[in-house]
């Protein structure tokens, strides 16, 4: 059974400081593995998708990088501002297509 | 931009009762999935569609809840009777491919009282 764990559970930063936040995971056959972006009482919102095959992707200030073999993914937000405070959730995909996810980092960035 | 439909948004219901929530993928993806996320943790499958079959659903409590998605569009989640255990965030997401991204609704929060 794939298990994914994202250490911290929670993360507080002055605003301008980079983010660097973690999942590791322990079947390193997976198919991809997504980062998403929650707000209290909302829906996942998607950030960014990395394949298998890729090592990392980029999207604005955000920042993916993955190393299947050692079943790990750091997702880097450049530069943090008080509207990236949110939780952050990793999710995998195994070839069943089924997504399993981490429990979440939780980050606040102070003004 | 196509999203994810989810109703309703907030749902409080009676232990024992009925309730039933709602999900219309976006057009075209073919896998559509049911999670259920617990204030703090992180969404666990109870159920995964490929069209209208069910591909997954050893997660699902097959004694009170049920799931279908008959011509493989929309689809409905239920529970019968519901019990205090149940409050949670409900969200619905659906992916084109297996190496597509996937897209959740807004989700539905249900408190049994």
């Known amino acids: 059974k794939q298990e994914v764990t994202q250490i911290p559970a929670a993360l507080s930063v002055p605003e301008g400081e980079n983010l660097v936040l973690n999942c590791s995971f322990t079947d390193s056959a997976i198919y991809n593995l997504q980062w998403f972006r929650q707000d209290p009482g909302k829906g996942l919102t998607s950030l960014l998708l990395?394949?298998?095959?890729?090592r990392e992707q980029t999207s604005g200030r955000l920042n993916a990088s993955l190393d299947k073999s050692s079943g790990r993914s750091t997702l880097y937000i450049a530069a943090s501002q008080p509207g990236d405070s949110a939780t952050y959730l990793c999710a995998v995909r195994m070839f069943s297509v089924k997504l399993s996810f981490g429990a979440g980092t939780t980050v606040t960035v102070r003004a | 931009e196509a999203e994810v439909a989810q109703s309703p948004r907030y749902k409080i219901t009676e232990k024992s009762q009925a309730v039933a929530f709602w999900c219309d993928p976006i057009s075209g993806h073919a896998t559509l999935y049911w999670y259920r996320q617990i204030l703090g943790q992180g969404p666990e499958l109870l159920v995964q569609?490929?069209?209208?079959?069910?591909?997954?659903d050893s997660q699902l409590p097959k004694d009170r809840f049920s799931a279908e998605r008959l011509k493989g569009v929309d689809s409905t989640l239920k529970i019968q009777p519901a019990e205090l255990g149940d409050s949670a965030m409900y969200l619905c997401?659906?992916?084109?491919?297996?190496?597509?991204?996937?897209?959740f609704g807004q989700g539905t929060r249900l408190t049994v009282v």
């Open positions: 569609f490929q069209d209208e079959s069910v591909v997954d």
């Open positions: 997401a659906s992916t084109e491919g297996s190496n597509t991204e996937a897209f």
């Open positions: 990395i394949q298998s095959s890729q």
